[in-house]
């Protein structure tokens, strides 16, 4: 029987070849040899976690492997692909010989997951093998994790687009931000956002966080991550706090649209999103399109611009003074385009309206709509579930007047 620790001692004594051929085919084993390593302990730690070992222990899988020597991302990572590797047939098989590394089959795993639970119905054996067959694609063809990931992000809105659910990455009511100050006076903080405010986020600090030369015009001596927080001063200078309520967003969007297939937009940072957020976007962002045929060409490239600016956003805030469906303050409000600027709609005041970001997702998801009364003011359509008839409501800071008014 075979002593692991010899294998340990056989490494120990290897001696780096000067030859670049055999080094770069002793490199290539050595990867081989850490792949299948980590295969057989992610099954390790699911035979531990089975077991119940650590349970026993008062302690936990994750826990336990960690003191015997494996670091805290490591554990978790064999836990959870020992555990998803079930029904994962040919994944399992690459990963045993060493074939793809365990950063890959993670991102099989976990890619594989969120696109069942991205799906309405119970996925079939066939669906799921058709699934790990794309994204296993990927890994095999050298594709990084990252963009397993996305694979799966994309894969996941489709399942989902029939149904109308919202993928994980755009479902605003995970979203969470916590900052306090420290003792030593800094403030520190983490953030868990959709996809959405991630892209307005890359986009608005990337332009502020390239290098630049110093004066003596040296290369920039500051490192990526304090490049990212004077960026992040920058941006708060610019308009990011303090600001009156009349702004409109100042960060651009850019995004991706298949003609043929418009539920695969693409954000630049982010990655996938339906082709609901992509119109969301449209409504209040600086947002530029880039519509793209079979081919990867450029067929169309909407105008950069497409903001409710000066004094138009002011006409509308002094004439609907809050959001028009549940009255929220007009701090915290979109413009919304009741024609949507997709579908030609223009920039005017007869075309807009307030609407805060709960309920103007809920009128680009839903069967809510808006329309402009004859009275000049706009008017909200309830579904069908809601009103059988679909009378329409005044605006809320109008709700004491009728259709007549």
């Known amino acids: 029987m075979l002593r692991l620790l010899d294998v340990v001692d056989a490494l120990v004594d290897l001696v780096i070849p000067d030859d670049p051929g055999d080094l770069l085919a002793m490199t290539k084993d050595l990867i081989t040899v850490r792949n299948a390593a980590e295969h057989q302990l992610a099954v390790c730690a699911a035979v531990i976690d089975q077991s119940g070992i650590a349970r026993k222990a008062g302690s936990t899988t994750a826990k336990l492997l960690q003191a015997n020597g494996a670091a805290p991302g490591a554990a978790y990572r064999w836990i959870r692909i020992g555990s998803g590797l079930s029904g994962l047939?040919?994944?399992?098989?690459?990963?045993?010989?060493?074939?793809?590394?365990?950063?890959?089959?993670?991102?099989?795993?976990?890619?594989?997951?969120?696109?069942?639970?991205?799906?309405?119905?119970?996925?079939?054996?066939?669906?799921?093998?058709?699934?790990?067959?794309?994204?296993?694609?990927?890994?095999?063809?050298?594709?990084?994790?990252?963009?397993?990931?996305?694979?799966?992000?994309?894969?996941?809105?489709?399942?989902?687009?029939?149904?109308?659910?919202?993928?994980?990455?755009e479902d605003r009511s995970s979203n969470s931000l916590d900052y306090a100050v420290n003792p030593e006076g800094r403030c520190v903080g983490r953030f868990d956002v959709d996809a959405v405010i991630g892209e307005k986020l890359f986009s608005a600090l990337d332009s502020w966080s390239k290098p630049r030369p110093e004066p003596d015009g040296s290369d920039d001596a500051r490192t990526p991550t304090q490049r990212r927080a004077d960026a992040l001063h920058q941006l708060l200078d610019c308009g990011g706090g303090g600001q009156d309520v009349v702004s409109a967003p100042r960060t651009e969007v850019f995004v991706t649209v298949p003609a043929d297939h418009p539920e695969a937009s693409l954000l630049r940072w982010m990655g996938p999103i339906t082709a609901a957020t992509a119109e969301v976007l449209a409504c209040d962002s600086s947002i530029t399109s880039v519509t793209?045929?079979?081919?990867?060409?450029?067929?169309?490239?909407?105008?950069?611009?497409?903001?409710?600016?000066?004094?138009?956003?002011?006409?509308?805030?002094?004439?609907?003074?809050?959001?028009?469906k549940c009255g929220d303050s007009v701090t915290w409000v979109d413009c919304h385009h009741i024609v949507h600027f997709a579908d030609g709609g223009a920039t005017t005041l007869d075309n807009g309206c307030l609407l805060c970001r709960t309920c103007h997702m809920a009128v680009h998801n839903t069967d809510w709509d808006v329309i402009m009364g004859s009275d000049g003011h706009p008017w909200l359509i309830p579904p069908a579930d809601i009103d059988p008839q679909r009378r329409p409501l005044p605006a809320y800071n109008r709700r004491t007047l009728t259709l007549a008014a």
Request: a negative charge; proline letters at 7%.
């Open 89 to 169: 047939d040919r994944t399992a098989g690459y990963s045993r010989d060493g074939f793809v590394s365990c950063e890959h089959v993670d991102a099989v795993v976990k890619g594989v997951g969120h696109i069942v639970d991205r799906s309405e119905s119970p996925v079939t054996d066939g669906q799921r093998v058709e699934f790990e067959r794309t994204l296993l694609s990927h890994a095999i063809s050298g594709s990084p994790p990252s963009e397993i990931s996305a694979v799966a992000r994309a894969v996941g809105n489709e399942v989902a687009h029939e149904s109308g659910g919202l993928p994980p990455a």
């Open 292 to 324: 793209l045929d079979g081919e990867q060409v450029p067929i169309d490239l909407s105008p950069p611009k497409r903001l409710f600016t000066g004094l138009v956003r002011k006409a509308i805030i002094v004439r609907d003074e809050c959001c028009v």
